[in-house]
């Protein structure tokens, strides 16, 4: 298990914090060498100095919501590494408490650049680099909101929505040069951003929202994107895959 990524090179992007960087550590336990992108610093100061394998990552800093940022991380991973053979696209956010009635148009538009067009942008610079290595997986990081939806957070649920279309046709248009795509779509996972965003109150009823009985962790969601970009999911391709626990119905 601790080699089933021996000689593939991974692009991360958010990995300074959260699901991105549970991602970059694990991928980089599993043999990987680890591109691991963000646009804070600090965060990816951190991210190389408590990793399991710091001989196994290198660090870049860039903005995913641009096409300069997208194209100086996967010139950094293909530099560094000489190849790239998986993308994990985990950039998102949000601020939750508007509905489009009261949300401003450049407040959507950020949004939607945050969450969708970065993994967008993303995908246009990485593909010809995973063509020329020899193919590889995209995993795109959707979310249970995108899905199911959710009250008072329209920008976010409409383009994490478009994360899992787009992981569609990325399977589709990109299936011939080797390259598969996939789409995770995360349950409550217990990452700053959330604990930014709800209080103790929601956070323990999240815990107890779901089959499993507890909040979902990092490396919940790192485990999904390491078994998809490995040969043993490499019969999986433009699928959604709902990591939640088990979410239980609302009644």
Not at 178 to 196: D, F, K, S
Request: net charge neutral.
């Amino acid at each position: 298990m601790a080699e089933q990524l021996e000689g593939k090179v991974a692009l991360v992007t958010a990995a300074g914090a959260g699901i991105g960087q549970a991602t970059a550590w694990f991928l980089a336990r599993r043999g990987a060498h680890v591109m691991a992108a963000d646009i804070d610093a600090n965060g990816l100061e951190e991210t190389l100095a408590n990793a399991p394998t710091p001989a196994r990552i290198q660090t870049v800093v860039s903005d995913a919501t641009t096409m300069e940022g997208a194209d100086a991380a996967v010139g950094a991973a293909v530099r560094a590494f000489g190849n790239l053979h998986i993308l994990a696209n985990v950039v998102g956010g949000s601020k939750p408490g508007k509905t489009v009635v009261d949300m401003p148009l450049d407040e959507w538009d950020y949004w939607v650049k945050v969450n969708l067009t970065s993994a967008y942008l993303m995908c246009k610079a990485a593909i010809p680099a995973m063509a020329k290595s020899g193919g590889g997986s995209i995993v795109n990081i959707s979310s249970g909101a995108g899905v199911r939806g959710m009250t008072k957070n329209p920008a976010y649920v409409a383009a994490k929505g478009g994360v899992v279309a787009l992981t569609k046709a990325l399977a589709l248009d990109h299936a011939a040069e080797g390259i598969r795509a996939n789409c995770v779509a995360p349950g409550a996972i217990l990452t700053p951003l959330m604990q930014r965003n709800r209080g103790q109150d929601v956070i323990d009823y999240l815990s107890k929202a779901n089959l499993v009985g507890r909040i979902g962790v990092p490396n919940d969601i790192a485990a999904a994107v390491a078994f998809l970009s490995s040969g043993d999911g490499s019969f999986i391709n433009g699928q959604l895959f709902d990591i939640d626990g088990g979410q239980k119905p609302i009644l």
